[in-house]
């Protein structure tokens, strides 16, 4: 390798450059929502995130921070730091909302690591839009994303937060199973994943090439498994009372045998006594 390329990748691995990343550019039809979802390094857990706008990053102004405030008017924010994502929600955009955002990871005594969003908000249809970012799924199911794109759309990827894209008509993502459907003369592409686990639980995008769009998906346990559980938890509850009312029934018996026996031998003295009067 170039010494001079590696003395450069030696200096943006030092500085962080890339320690937190997102989307680059996601278009927002007005009076619609966003869900940004940013993803940063393990060593970042426990600082602040916090979401700033200006173009100039130096001079950005904080909107919301994952201490406070969490909310500002149509912002809000949310740390998950399980997941190293934080999320930054953006309720009935406005035109005058389009901007350059980034999203920020404070680290005191020293520059904070952060990335920039180009949020655009349009009066018509988005170039490229998802009917909805949230996606529920259960366990060993199927789901279904369509990405419905423009003109300026080039190359069409479906990608795993922090991790690779899937083009073409199929392949593998983190070892899920994908298959890709693009129907370009209605300029939809349809994603398609097979037998979801719990951790395929998480963030994914549509990128046209020149913008992406995020959705989340988040797989639960099968309604089958739930009820199993109610069921075991019934069965559980119904043994500890069953066992709970044999020790007392037992303990009943065991006392009013001892009581019977003790008023037999008071019985037995009395009549002996009696006896003895008689
Ligand atoms: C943000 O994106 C819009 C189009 O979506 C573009 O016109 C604008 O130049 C971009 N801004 C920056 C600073 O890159």
Redesign the pocket.
């Given at each position: 390798m170039d010494p001079l390329m590696l003395l450069f990748l030696l200096i943006a691995g030092l500085t962080g450059a890339d320690s937190v990343s997102s989307v680059r550019?996601v278009?927002v039809q007005s009076g619609g929502s966003v869900t940004i979802p940013c993803l940063y390094e393990d060593r970042h857990k426990d600082h602040v995130k916090y979401w700033c706008r200006g173009?100039d990053w130096r001079s950005c102004t904080t909107i919301v921070r994952t201490d406070s405030p969490q909310k500002k008017d149509d912002v809000s924010i949310r740390d998950d730091p399980d997941q190293r994502v934080f999320t930054v929600t953006m309720n009935n955009l406005k035109i005058e909302n389009d901007d350059?955002y980034w999203c920020s990871v404070e680290i005191s005594g020293d520059f904070d690591d952060g990335v920039s969003v180009?949020l655009?908000v349009s009066d018509g249809s988005p170039e490229l839009s998802v009917d909805k970012q949230e996606v529920n799924a259960l366990e060993g199911d199927s789901i279904g994303v369509q990405c419905r794109y423009g003109d300026r759309s080039s190359e069409m990827k479906w990608c795993k937060i922090g991790g690779s894209c899937v083009s073409g008509n199929s392949g593998r993502l983190d070892g899920r199973p994908v298959e890709i459907r693009d129907d370009k003369v209605n300029k939809v592409f349809s994603v398609t994943m097979w037998g979801l686990e719990r951790k395929d639980t998480g963030w994914y995008w549509c990128n046209d090439g020149y913008?992406q769009i995020p959705v989340h998906i988040t797989v639960n346990q099968p309604r089958s498994n739930r009820w199993e559980q109610v069921l075991d938890a019934v069965l559980k509850a119904g043994t500890g009372v069953f066992y709970l009312s044999c020790t007392i029934i037992a303990l009943q018996l065991h006392w009013s045998s001892c009581r019977k026996r003790g008023s037999n031998q008071r019985e037995e003295e009395g009549g002996a006594n009696t006896n003895h009067g008689s």
């Open positions: 550019r278009t173009i350059i180009n655009s913008q």
